[in-house]
């Protein structure tokens, strides 16, 4: 089945720490993109990556870091420097040959101890 | 800059009565506009979407047109369902390649 795959599904960070949440796709989309989603708040772009070896920050960068090796992955750092990475993590692709339509991963919850 | 204004919810409804959620957008050119629902602990999925103006976007019963005079793509269903209880966002993209723009959802429950 082709889609979006991101794990894992819940992470715990503890103070300082970096983690990293992983998002893979095999639908041969050259656009990568993430998304942060809290409650209320609807979803903000972190970053996107419309081609491998390249990516754009976003309307929220600050305190995260991509990187595009590959063309259907597109991990995420959390960095210690993000002060409030409480939030639900949403990535999504798409290609210009779909009608650049987004579709979307499961999503992975991240929590502070 | 670019932006998408939804009703704010929560907006219930009972089963069978008919469901608008109002969504305007303030954006330059033609942007391309979207509707995704979702599910709780879920990821979106895409409900419809429509990219010129007049066109009118349909699936599972919903329907948006989209309106440049009004700037407006609202969503609604006729008849909604107990299954139909989510967040609906509605989206739209400025041009090819940029990143979708989300208002900030709109929390519908159905009740039997």
């Known amino acids: 089945d082709g889609g979006i795959t991101q794990s894992p599904k819940y992470l715990f960070r503890k103070e300082g720490q970096n983690v990293t949440l992983s998002c893979e796709q095999n639908l041969n989309h050259d656009a990568m993109y993430w998304y942060r989603q809290d409650p209320g708040q609807g979803l903000r772009l972190i970053y996107y990556?419309?081609?491998?070896?390249?990516?754009q920050k976003g309307d929220i960068a600050e305190g995260y870091s991509v990187s595009r090796e590959k063309k259907e992955s597109f991990p995420l750092t959390v960095t210690s420097a993000q002060k409030n990475p409480t939030a639900f993590y949403l990535c999504?692709?798409?290609?210009?040959?779909?009608?650049?339509?987004?579709?979307f991963g499961p999503g992975t919850r991240l929590l502070v101890l | 800059g670019d932006s998408v204004t939804q009703m704010e919810g929560p907006v219930t409804l009972s089963e069978e009565a008919f469901l608008t959620i109002n969504c305007t957008y303030t954006a330059t050119g033609y942007p391309s506009l979207f509707w995704y629902v979702q599910y709780p602990g879920e990821g979106l999925q895409l409900l419809l979407k429509a990219t010129k103006a007049d066109d009118k976007g349909s699936n599972k019963g919903f329907e948006a047109t989209y309106r440049k005079e009004t700037t407006s793509f609202h969503l609604e269903k006729g008849s909604v369902q107990v299954s139909d209880s989510a967040v609906y966002f509605c989206a739209l993209r400025r041009e090819a390649g940029t990143a979708l723009i989300f208002g900030k959802g709109t929390t519908l429950s159905v009740s039997s």
């Open positions: 990556s419309q081609i491998v070896n390249d990516f």
């Open positions: 999504a692709s798409s290609s210009p040959f779909l009608g650049e339509t987004q579709y």
